[in-house]
C-alpha cells in the first residue's frame, strides 16, 4: 500500500482533530518576540506513549513526562518551550513543570492530568514561570488547525536550529485517510539516547497504548537513537506519540497488512525528523551516513559506529576535507568488538579503501573527491558475523566550536 510522504508539511496540524498555538513569552530574556511556547490540543482524548532520554541527569519535564504516561489517563495534547531547559533546577523545577501541566490543562478546557510538558534550551537556570503560565493562556486562545499554526508551532520550539522540522506521512485504508503528522527540533547536545531534541507525532488513528509504544519504541531504534552531531547526551530528550482516533481507523483491530503499513509510515516520520536534526547540526558541514556491517551481533556492529562518528579526529578530517582512513580504522580498532584487520574492506560510497586489510592507494583522488561532498556514506565491513549498523554523524567545524563557547 502507497504511503505519500509531505517532506516540510504544516507539521501536527496535518492530523485530524489536533490543534496548535503557539506564542512569544520572552522566555530567552531578552525583550524578543520569538515564538518560545506551543500548546497543542486534541479534541478527543489521546492513547500516548514516549521515549526518554537515558542520561542520569534527567529534566523536570522527563520526570513529569514518565510520572503521566506511567499513571495511563487519557491524554489532551502538551505544552511545550524553547530558550530554558527547565533541568537541574532542582524542586523549584519540579514545581514549574508541574505548574505548566496544570495551567495548559485548564486553559485548553481538558481534564486535570491530561497534558504533558516538555522543555529545550539552557540547563541550569529557573523559568520566567510568570511569562510562561500568561502564555499557556494566550497559547490557548490561539489554537487552530490551519498549515500556519501548524508552522508556527514547529517555530516555537527551536533553539539553535536554522529551520523548522516537519513532515506528514498519510495512507488510506478502507475508505479511512490515517495522518502521521509531526514536527521536531534539534542541532546541537545530539548522541541518542537520544539527543538535545523533542519531536512530536500526532496521528489521527485510535491505537491502543501497550502497541502505540512498541510501535513507538521500534520507530525509534534506527532512527533517532541512530544520529550523533557532537556525543553529548541530553537531559531533555523526548519523543511523543499521541492518538486520537479522528480518522475513524482503529489499529487495534486492523489486521497485520494494516500494522504493517503504519509501522512503515511510522518509520518514514522517525527517520526523516532524524535526518533533518544530524543535517542541521550546529555549524556542520557535512553529513556522513557510517555504515557499520559484518560484526560479531548489532551492538558491536553499533559501537564500532559510533566510535567512528564520534572521533574528534575522524570529524576534523571530514571537516578538512581530507580522507585519512587510517583514523577510521583507528576508531573501529578501539571500540574493542574483536576486530581483525586482515579482514577489514573499507568504502568511501563505492569506493574501495581496504579490501582484506589490504589497503588500494591508486583510489586516492577518488576519495578526495567524495569527501569533498556535503554528504557520502563510509562503509566498514569486519566479516566477523550478521551484525550490522547505520549511523547518521557529521563533521567537526571551527564554527561549532566558536558558536558554543557563548551558548
Not at 537515558?54 to 499513571?71: G, H, M, W
Not at 478546557?109 to 529557573?126: A, D, E
Not at 489499529?251 to 535526518?275: I, K, M, N, S, Y
Request: glycine share 8%; hydrophobic share 45%; charged share 20%.
Amino acid at each position: 500500500m502507497a504511503i505519500d510522504f509531505i517532506a516540510d508539511s504544516p507539521g501536527v496540524t496535518d492530523a485530524a482533530g489536533f490543534a496548535a498555538g503557539a506564542v512569544a513569552c520572552d522566555i530567552r530574556e531578552k525583550n524578543s518576540d520569538r515564538l518560545d511556547l506551543t500548546l497543542v490540543r486534541s479534541t478527543a482524548p489521546c492513547t500516548a506513549a514516549g521515549v526518554f532520554t537515558r542520561n542520569d541527569v534527567k529534566a523536570a519535564p522527563v520526570r513529569i513526562c514518565v510520572e503521566v504516561l506511567k499513571s495511563g489517563a487519557p491524554i489532551h495534547g502538551f505544552v511545550a518551550n524553547s530558550g530554558n531547559a527547565n533541568a537541574c533546577t532542582g524542586p523549584q523545577g519540579m514545581h514549574d513543570a508541574q505548574m505548566m501541566v496544570a495551567r495548559a490543562a485548564r486553559a485548553a478546557n481538558t481534564p486535570t492530568g491530561s497534558m504533558l510538558v516538555c522543555s529545550t534550551g539552557r540547563i541550569g537556570r529557573l523559568l520566567p514561570l510568570t511569562r510562561i503560565l500568561h502564555g499557556i493562556d494566550h497559547a490557548a486562545t490561539a489554537l487552530g488547525t490551519t498549515p500556519a499554526d501548524g508552522r508556527h508551532s514547529a517555530n516555537a520550539i527551536l533553539t539553535s536550529d536554522t529551520r523548522t522540522k516537519t513532515c506528514t506521512a498519510r495512507f488510506s485504508w478502507q475508505g479511512k485517510t490515517v495522518n502521521l503528522a509531526a514536527m521536531a527540533k534539534g542541532a546541537g547536545m545530539i548522541q541518542p539516547d537520544m539527543a538535545t531534541m523533542l519531536a512530536f507525532i500526532c496521528t489521527d488513528a485510535a491505537v491502543p497504548t501497550a502497541l502505540l509504544h512498541e510501535l513507538l519504541r521500534e520507530g525509534v531504534r534506527r532512527t533517532f537513537n541512530a544520529i550523533t552531531v557532537d556525543g553529548d547526551m541530553s537531559t531533555n530528550d523526548t519523543v511523543l506519540l499521541l492518538a486520537n482516533g479522528a480518522s475513524g481507523f482503529d489499529l487495534g483491530a486492523a489486521p497485520a497488512e494494516a500494522r504493517a503499513v503504519f509501522a512503515r509510515a511510522l518509520h518514514q516520520v522517525c527517520d526523516h525528523l532524524a535526518t533533518r536534526i544530524v543535517s542541521d547540526g550546529e555549524k556542520i558541514s557535512k553529513v556522513v551516513e557510517v555504515v557499520v556491517r559484518g560484526a560479531p551481533d548489532e551492538a558491536a556492529a553499533e559501537k564500532v559506529a559510533r566510535a567512528i562518528g564520534n572521533s574528534l579526529l575522524v570529524k576534523s578530517s571530514w571537516c578538512g576535507e581530507d580522507p585519512n582512513w587510517g583514523r577510521l580504522t583507528d576508531a573501529a580498532g578501539y571500540a574493542r568488538v574483536g576486530l581483525v584487520e586482515e579482514k577489514l574492506d573499507l568504502f568511501y560510497d563505492e569506493s574501495p579503501v581496504l579490501l582484506a586489510g589490504t589497503p588500494h592507494p591508486e583510489n586516492l583522488e577518488r576519495w578526495k573527491a567524495i569527501v569533498r561532498q556535503p554528504r557520502f556514506r563510509i562503509t566498514l565491513d569486519l566479516r566477523l558475523g550478521p551484525g550490522a549498523f547505520r549511523l547518521l554523524a557529521s563533521d567537526l567545524t571551527e564554527g561549532y566550536v566558536t558558536y558554543n563557547k557563548s551558548e
